[in-house]
């Protein structure tokens, strides 16, 4: 009998589930802790949770992971340096200061307009290269000419060897501020794709396993490791692509609104008759629009392992993740003994990093480019857990909270602190880990805002399930203002939401919050058996998707019957007649589809593929199309 085997990595756990070919049912499944920086470990442990005799009859292994949309949430990507061409005089932000806008770039027909100023890409490059891990290029109107995209690619190889990413292999969609972010997040998420995928085939290896490995995409289809690698943004909402997909799979249903809880987020999204909710716009990451086609989904900075902290006299869940004291207590055996000697702190102090019950430790990373402030902080921050006040104390003064932040960032530091995971373990509703330290952390937290712990961890988790209804009725009431959901949800009208599909509950222990939920909105919540690693599940069930757009137009429109391009995703053909740029596309888009679809291992035979035309001419135009797009969608089964 063959096997399928799925895998999630979320911020907190790594999920793995074992699915027969035969019937598709679950034969085993299995969780363990993600691993920081190498996720290798927290893999191997998932997967060591199977039973071995079912492994070496794995045929297929799909992966999916929050790894990249938590990067950007948290902001601790990688540095990046974004180089600019042509007419960006928008008066928009960017995410990075190491950025410069150079001559260049092409108009709508592809004709360059000014000559690339290759002396200040270079002088950038050699600039910035210290300080940089990759580098992101956008031109203008580079969908309809890619060459000074990709003769600044080729310059920065030569001159510095690190990865560069282009805004033309990402989107041919119009919008050229969306398109450098766009470009801009993927090179920042670059390395973090590669030390997970890397860590995936290492142990597929050292198994010897003989299994396909594909990856789940944010619009729920699988994507060959080759694109996974060079467009890992594509995977930024695999997480939640995931968990749509295994909902609807542990369910039974094929139209759902599905809540996913994660380590870092909660997401909302919608299967309707087995076809996700895509949103066209692109997906949006924290407060970056991009051109990725992903999932249509309403996401919120509050998961199970959100930071709960206090802040003028009042508790803020969010939006860091940090490490749960109910885990800690388990890795470290002597941090329960410090949680019975928590220091107090004066209340003016307070921040998101001098707090009571919030501790750092050393990870496994390497530091490099630090500069003496962080070199210091870092020299006592070892592999036991410290607070704020023992760094105080080993540096005779207190430490910057900025330094601190910046060390978290760069993944040197791991912060610890209460989290609604420990809300749980306090009342008794989740029990994994180490409850009675969840407990110590909340008995201060509680002093400290002058209220019981169990009174305040009751509180804090319906905050947290109202959270979950809120974004779930944000999620179905498109245009309608958060002001007036917020007041339907807390009843402040003489009305209640009722929510007229299904909700399906999936992550950690999300039973705990059907009741709470129930509280807010009228809905017939669904809790499916195994929904702890419906992300897993998911991950299995993505079909081989792959959706390109070439466009034909005329040279001239002066003289529109001879002489056309072609712009395709690769590059700019020109023909003579139209005749022979339609025949070109044809044969090109098909080749390009089942090229992609051989990396994921999908046999031609089981690939279909829709060609969708859509021309534009003026009425009386008596000529070939002004524009031709030719769209076409490769759906193959894996």
């Known amino acids: 009998m063959q096997y399928s085997l799925g895998i999630d990595a979320g911020g907190t756990y790594t999920d793995a589930i074992l699915i027969s070919d035969r019937d598709r049912s679950v034969v085993m499944s299995n969780k363990a802790l993600t691993t920081y920086p190498d996720h290798i470990e927290g893999i191997r442990n998932a997967i060591d949770g199977i039973d071995e005799k079912y492994l070496k009859n794995v045929d297929v292994?799909?992966?999916?992971?929050?790894?990249?949309?938590?990067?950007?949430?948290?902001?601790?990507?990688?540095p990046v340096g974004l180089i600019l061409i042509g007419d960006h005089s928008l008066n928009k932000n960017f995410p990075t200061s190491d950025i410069i806008f150079v001559a260049g770039g092409h108009d709508h027909m592809g004709d360059e307009l000014k000559p690339l100023d290759v002396d200040a890409i270079k002088n950038f490059v050699l600039g910035s290269k210290g300080r940089v891990s990759a580098f992101a290029v956008s031109s203008h109107f580079s969908i309809r000419n890619p060459e000074h995209e990709l003769k600044?690619?080729?310059?920065?190889s030569k001159l510095t060897g690190m990865p560069v990413v282009c805004g033309h292999e990402l989107t041919q969609d119009i919008g050229a501020y969306e398109r450098a972010v766009t470009a801009y997040l993927n090179a920042q998420l670059l390395p973090v794709g590669e030390n997970f995928i890397e860590a995936m085939i290492s142990e597929i290896k050292r198994r010897d396993m003989d299994a396909r490995l594909l990856m789940l995409k944010c619009d729920g289809s699988v994507v060959g490791i080759r694109d996974a690698l060079e467009r890992p943004i594509e995977t930024i909402f695999s997480g939640p692509a995931a968990s749509l997909i295994g909902a609807s799979f542990l369910s039974g249903l094929e139209s759902c609104v599905v809540i996913d809880v994660g380590g870092t987020s909660t997401d909302v999204s919608m299967l309707c008759e087995g076809v996700p909710d895509i949103s066209e716009s692109g997906a949006v990451v924290g407060k970056w629009q991009t051109r990725v086609k992903?999932?249509?989904?309403e996401t919120s900075a509050m998961g199970g392992d959100s930071h709960i902290w206090t802040r003028d006299k009042d508790l803020v869940i969010g939006p860091r993740r940090v490490e749960p004291i109910c885990v800690a207590a388990v890795k470290y055996p002597g941090?329960?003994?410090k949680l019975k000697n928590i220091k107090w702190i004066a209340r003016r102090l307070l921040d998101e990093n001098i707090q009571p019950t919030k501790f750092f430790v050393r990870t496994r990373q390497e530091p490099i480019e630090l500069n003496e402030n962080e070199k210091v902080l870092i020299s006592v921050i070892g592999d036991d857990p410290v607070s704020f006040e023992d760094i105080f104390i080993m540096l005779k003064g207190p430490p910057s909270t900025f330094v601190l932040s910046s060390l978290i960032s760069k993944r040197l530091v791991q912060a610890i602190g209460f989290t609604p995971t420990d809300v749980l373990h306090v009342l008794g509703e989740y029990d994994q880990w180490d409850q009675e330290a969840s407990k110590l952390a909340a008995d201060v937290l509680a002093k400290?805002?002058?209220?019981?712990?169990?009174?305040?961890?009751?509180l804090l988790k319906k905050r947290f399930a109202r959270n979950m209804a809120f974004e779930l009725m944000s999620y179905l009431l498109p245009g309608v203002d958060s002001e007036s959901i917020g007041g339907i949800v807390d009843h402040n009208f003489k009305a209640r939401f009722d929510v007229e599909l299904?909700?399906?509950?999936?992550?950690?222990?999300?039973?705990?919050?059907?009741?709470?939920?129930?509280?807010?909105?009228?809905?017939?919540?669904?809790?499916?058996?195994h929904s702890d690693v419906g992300n897993a599940a998911g991950a299995l069930f993505g079909k081989g998707v792959k959706r390109l757009e070439i466009m034909i137009k005329p040279?001239?429109?002066?003289?529109?019957?001879?002489?056309?391009?072609?712009?395709?995703p690769e590059r700019r053909e020109k023909f003579n007649t139209y005749v022979e740029a339609l025949e070109f596309v044809n044969e090109h888009g098909?080749?390009?589809?089942?090229?992609?679809m051989a990396e994921c291992g999908i046999m031609e035979n089981k690939v279909s593929i829709s060609v969708t035309e859509e021309r534009l001419s003026p009425e009386g135009w008596h000529h070939p199309p002004m524009e031709t797009k030719l769209i076409f969608v490769g759906l193959g089964f894996v």
């Open 448 to 458: 400290l805002n002058n209220i019981g712990k169990y009174e305040m961890c009751s």
């Open 152 to 156: 600044t690619k080729q310059l920065i």
């Open 555 to 568: 040279l001239s429109l002066n003289d529109p019957d001879k002489e056309f391009f072609v712009y395709s």
């Open 502 to 529: 299904p909700v399906v509950l999936i992550g950690g222990p999300v039973s705990a919050y059907g009741d709470e939920i129930s509280s807010f909105i009228k809905a017939d919540i669904i809790v499916p058996q």
């Open 335 to 337: 941090f329960p003994e």
């Open 294 to 297: 992903a999932i249509h989904m």
């Open 590 to 596: 098909r080749a390009l589809i089942h090229s992609y």
């Open 61 to 78: 292994i799909s992966v999916s992971t929050t790894l990249a949309t938590n990067t950007v949430l948290e902001d601790t990507g990688y």
